[in-house]
Nanobody, 117 residues
Framework: VQLQASGGGLVQAEGSLRLSCAASGRTFSSYAIGWFRQAPGKEREFVASITWSAGSTYYVNSVKDRFTISRDNAKNTVYLQMNSLKPEDTAIYYC???????????WGQGTLVTVSS
């Protein structure tokens, strides 16, 4: 199984970035893909998730109305569109997969997002 996160970078506050998570190595139809982030000195936190088949989405309150998670089944890729970015969104962002009804069991490498004020 491989989860390849990309798309991070440096952006000014109120700017936008789109992260990608390219998934391979298993059939993800019974899985969910989630995005997590870890800021310096803080614990990793859940950001958003999407179920692969139904496309059901979930967000942490702090990113609702600013971030949108989506998936492209043909490309086996999950996206996180991040708008109106704030300095407090600065973190390493990770994507992970989990079987439906179970815990996240596979993690990709992170991609760094830095938002300057």
């Amino acid at each position: 199984v491989q989860l390849q996160a990309s798309g991070g970078g440096l952006v000014q506050a109120e700017g936008s970035l789109r992260l990608s998570c390219a998934a391979s190595g298993r059939t993800f139809s019974s899985y969910a893909i989630g995005w997590f982030r870890q800021a310096p000195g803080k614990e990793r936190e859940f950001v958003a998730s999407i179920t692969w088949s139904a496309g059901s989405t979930y967000y942490v309150n702090s990113v609702k109305d600013r971030f949108t998670i989506s998936r492209d089944n043909a490309k086996n890729t999950v996206y996180l569109q991040m708008n109106s970015l704030k300095p407090e969104d600065t973190a390493i962002y990770y994507c992970a997969s989990r079987p439906l009804g179970a815990r996240y069991d596979f993690w990709g490498q992170g991609t760094l997002v830095t938002v300057s004020s």
